[in-house]
């Protein structure tokens, strides 16, 4: 009996020996959702609660993002390893102010941007935009593209104001009247409709009019690039989290409650339900999170006639990596 009461605690000293030398084993990696811990950004914590990154070797943290600009500076600074950016303001931005971040991977293969507005007010079409009042957050993803959108849509953007809002304010802004449209993601209809009591949203894509933007992509320094394997994991770790999230949206909303308590799981359910089609379009034959240089020298140029940035200030390889993106 005393040897085998020995035996149980030699076992006993090798597991607890053992686990932390496990936990050390996995790499620690630091990254940004797009905006806050809405269903759209809700693939992370799929991925962590499926044990897609624990098998990747990989310990995630998942900080909320403040939206694209602040997720590329925080990047790169250092300050996160990876990070979501909608893809034209990323491009924009890195064109006007030369961030050592790259594009691994396009998130949404069509934008998510819009204006949103509410049934029975001042906006029904993109056309009504001009002379009308647009809540957003500085920076905002919706505020850096809108001049494309507009050249699209054959309105002027100095004819439209954009009036600086704290994104939680945003819903009720726009059902008190305050203003008369707010930027916006396709997938925030629920949020909206829900935030505004029922009342039904008027959504203005950007990409009806500019169908060759992608949308969110997976953004992070040429330095942690430059780690090989480990960024290599986490890319297919997260893009795993983000095809399950698609594939299996029913489970998409209990995963994101668990980890942020707050969350409406009805909301968060549609916006799952409203991105898919996003991620994988109708005829979309490539991978989930896949991008081309030929579409991406195709928005360059589109952003060059649209004024956002200017003849010959970006390449296609100045700010996407192709070579890790997925094939």
Known sequence: MRKAFSTVLVLLAVA????PAEVQLLQK????????????????YVAKEKGFFDR??????????????DVLKLVSAGRADFGVADFTATAITTAKEKLPVTVVAAVQQRSLAAIVALEGGAISKPAD??????????????QVMFPVYAKAAGIDPAKVQFVPSAPPALPQLLAAG???GIGQFVVGKPLIEAATQGKKAVVLPYGDLVPDLYGNALVTSKEVLGRGETATKFIGALLQGLEYSIEH?????????????TQDAAV???EVGLMAPYVRPSGYSGPVGGITED?????????????????????????????????
């Open 56 to 69: 990747a070797g990989l310990d995630v943290t998942i900080t909320p993002g403040t939206g694209s600009v």
């Open 295 to 327: 579409r991406v020298a195709k928005v360059v140029r589109t952003l060059v006639e649209a004024g956002a940035i200017t003849e010959g200030s970006l390449q296609p390889n100045d700010f996407v990596s192709f070579g890790s993106s997925p094939k």
């Open 268 to 270: 968060a359910s549609a």
């Open 16 to 19: 607890a020996c053992s686990s």
């Open 249 to 261: 949206p029913d489970e998409v909303a209990p995963i994101l409650k668990k980890y942020q308590p």
């Open 178 to 180: 305050q203003v008369d």
């Open 129 to 142: 935009l001009e002379g009308k009042r647009i809540g957003d957050q500085p920076g905002s993803t919706n």
């Open 29 to 44: 990696i630091n990254y940004l959702t797009s905006f806050g811990t809405f269903g759209r950004d809700a693939y992370a």
